[in-house]
């Protein structure tokens, strides 16, 4: 079946995205006004979110817990939005009738790359979330088999940043759970 042809009209990104997740079930997202369409994640994409969800949903605080496909909106954007691979949010999130989350209220973003990612998207999304004003954001890659921990966001960009490469342990700032394992993280193939 092809997809419906839209005709966006300015200010209506939102629904226009809305229609396209709907259509096609792919996830839809708008960083910095322009509309970013994923692909169906790989086994080894939704691993590395499992792998990591079950490292740190027990040692969250009483408060806090794990959510999959949760919308974080941009605060001064009414279009724009992104949806984290995980993001830990207050427990109230389950009883939300909204689908986008206050980035004020993300304890921890988690993206991880997927295999046909290009550096620019990655940058772009990073500063999106640092100007939303997401206070931690981690960056997985299993195609280079590294990680990036952003933190202290101010005036649009992280000013803390740990890198590191599988096999090295994340210690997350607190209250988040620390260490986070990476050596049980997947790569993906050549």
């Known amino acids: 079946m092809p997809l419906p042809v839209l005709h966006p009209r300015p200010g209506n990104l939102r629904e226009v995205a809305e229609q396209i997740g709907a259509s096609t079930g792919l996830p839809a997202e708008i960083i910095g006004g322009s509309l970013v369409m994923s692909p169906t994640s790989c086994g080894k994409h939704v691993g590395t979110i499992r792998r990591l969800r079950v490292q740190i949903e027990p040692g969250l605080p009483e408060g806090l817990a794990p959510y999959e496909m949760s919308s974080v909106a941009m605060p001064e954007d009414p279009d724009d939005y992104a949806t984290p691979d995980l993001a830990v949010l207050p427990v109230e999130w389950d009883e939300d009738d909204s689908w986008l989350a206050d980035p004020r209220d993300v304890a921890l973003a988690v993206e991880v790359i997927s295999q046909s990612e290009k550096a620019k998207d990655i940058t772009d999304k990073n500063g ?33 940043r740990l890198d590191g490469v599988y096999g090295e342990a994340i210690e997350l700032p607190a209250p988040l759970p620390s260490p986070v394992a990476t050596d049980v993280l997947p790569r993906y193939g050549a």
């Open 128 to 160: 999106w979330y640092a100007r939303a004003g997401v206070a931690t954001l981690l960056v997985l890659d299993p195609r280079t088999g590294r990680w990036v921990l952003h933190t202290h966001p101010k005036d649009g960009e992280y000013h803390g």
